[in-house]
């Protein structure tokens, strides 16, 4: 059955009462950021993990995605990654867009009040020496050449096959008990399962280059649309920089050549001049798909980053949006593996993550149509928009909300406590403690008044972290792994707690 036809809105579930004494091993095929981060979580949870990948293990610096969002580095630093990438990144706590906007990222309710300027290899990087450590096993040069699904029969659990050509064009079945494609827009996995791609094609004939620059921009990053051109200028941190512009006028195929004077033109007409570019090593054409599909599952095979979702590459959001499906699908994973959870909980990755990825779809689409702007009606409510949101502050904390990934809520049962689906921001725990400190290991922090405990880790050892507020607050919060809230009441007992961890815990 595919379980993303029947979602379960609500985050409860029901506990298992036998755990299994040994998870069974989970394929991950991709080792993009959104795959490295879900193997090293799986991994670092004591769950089997191998990673198939048809690249060979050197990590390419031609990086498409150069921005972490803050609720991103938020999941990095649950991980205790944080701190890593913020040293070799570049941090921007604000950002002009159409001449006029500037988005303003200090007054973020989390502890990064920026974006970080850092190239998708590097992140990378991290990830992987991560995934390495926590042990996960890499299949480089691996091609995944088909998935199939074998259901449970005779008290035997499911199970999934994926069927891949290695080195040297040998074949071979790996088995496993979940499979996620995180392979990208192209994903095989997503085709063995039969699931459509459906969308379109927004831009087309997108320049993209890498170049040294003559001239130093005034900003780290440089964004502009102008009459018929658009531009986007990044650092690599190495000497080079990233160059993404767009011509109305010039609607070739990807395939057609393509020279150092046409980037440098289109930079002119958007940015105003075009710093000197120089000795590019690397030029190239593509075109900007937006696509959903329509179901993240199908039985035992999850879809991941690129291969669930594509977008636009206006406000950075792809990378992190997958990130952040990673960071929403593993503990899931980890906690019915390991006997925590009934299989019902991995329903709710499609409800909760289907919505963000239709959102963020919306939202960076309308970003580069209004970036496209021509006749004088859009323009006209591109001006509008841009004065809207410099001058209305709710207006502009709910959208700077979506693009940094911190104002997504998930759905909650009716009748649930208002904080439920909530991100919860980093917040100060007693004893000088923080709640994404407490959240390591994968955890699930419950934070109460004072020193209530209501003997809540019992049992639960190595799961759950009891802490308590900083301050004077009375509410009881259940955090889950990924900083969402599972539960909380402003009158807990110690019989609604218990039942509350019983439920979501395990």
């Known amino acids: 059955m595919n379980g993303a036809r029947h979602p379960n809105p609500s985050p409860s579930l029901t506990p298992t009462p036998s755990p299994s004494p040994r998870p069974g091993p989970v394929i991950v095929v991709g080792s993009g950021p959104t795959g490295l981060l879900l193997a090293g979580d799986l991994a670092a949870a004591g769950i089997p993990v191998t990673l198939v990948e048809k690249r060979p293990r050197r990590i390419s610096n031609l990086s498409r995605a150069f921005v972490l969002h803050a609720r991103t580095l938020e999941h990095f630093d649950a ?6 990438v913020e040293a070799v990144g570049r941090p921007l706590d604000r950002l002009r867009l159409f001449g006029r906007l500037t988005v303003d990222l200090a007054d973020l309710p989390s502890r990064f009040r920026h974006l970080l300027v850092l190239p998708q290899y590097e992140v990378e990087k ?7 450590a926590a042990g996960v096993e890499f299949r480089h040069e691996t091609e995944t050449v088909g998935v199939r699904q074998q259901p449970a029969e005779s008290g035997a659990e499911g199970a999934v096959t994926v069927e891949v050509r290695g080195p040297g064009g040998k074949t071979e079945a790996l088995r496993a008990a979940y499979v996620v494609g995180a392979d990208g827009m192209h994903s095989t996995v997503r085709e063995a399962v039969g ?17 040294r620059l003559a001239e130093q921009p005034e900003t780290l990053l440089s964004v502009n649309a102008v009459g018929d051109a658009f531009a986007f200028l990044a650092p690599f941190g190495d000497g080079y920089h990233r160059v993404i512009g767009w011509h109305r006028g010039r609607n070739v195929p990807d395939s057609e050549p393509l020279h150092l004077d046409e980037v440098k033109e289109i930079t ?6 075009d710093f000197g570019m120089h000795d590019a090593r690397w030029l190239s054409r593509f075109h900007s798909d937006e696509r959903q599909a329509p179901a993240y599952r199908v039985g035992r095979v999850f879809l991941a980053g690129d291969a669930a979702h594509v977008h636009t590459p206006a406000g950075g959001q792809g990378m992190n949006t997958g990130l952040q499906d990673a960071a929403n699908l593993s503990w899931k994973l980890a906690a019915v593996l390991h006997g925590h959870a ?17 959102s963020v779809l919306r939202s960076s689409g309308g970003i580069v149509r209004l970036a496209m702007a021509k006749h004088p009606w859009t323009l006209a409510l591109r001006a509008a928009l841009t004065a809207v949101l410099d001058h209305v502050g709710p207006l502009r904390r709910r959208a700077t909300g979506h693009i940094t990934g911190v104002g997504f809520r998930y759905p909650a049962p009716r009748g649930s406590h208002r904080l439920t689906g909530t991100r919860v921001p980093d917040v100060a725990l007693a004893g000088g403690g923080r709640l994404y400190e407490a959240l390591r290991g994968g955890r699930f922090v419950l934070v109460t008044p004072d020193a209530e405990e209501y003997g809540a880790a019992s049992g639960r050892e190595g799961r759950l972290t ?7 607050r009375r509410t009881t919060v259940l955090v889950r792994p990924d900083g969402h809230v599972a539960w909380a009441a402003d009158d807990a007992d110690a019989a609604r707690t218990r039942a509350a961890l019983a439920a979501h815990v395990g």
């Open 79 to 84: 991980r205790g990654l944080s701190d890593e």
């Open 126 to 132: 991290v990830l992987e020496r991560r995934a390495v």
């Open 195 to 211: 699931l459509p791609f459906p969308g379109r094609s927004a831009i087309r004939s997108v320049v993209l280059a890498d170049v």
């Open 268 to 273: 002119r007409l958007a940015l105003g001049r």
């Open 342 to 358: 009934g299989p019902e909980l991995l329903d709710t990755y499609q409800s909760e993550r289907h919505p963000v990825g239709r």
């Open 466 to 472: 009891v802490a308590h507020w900083a301050g004077g």
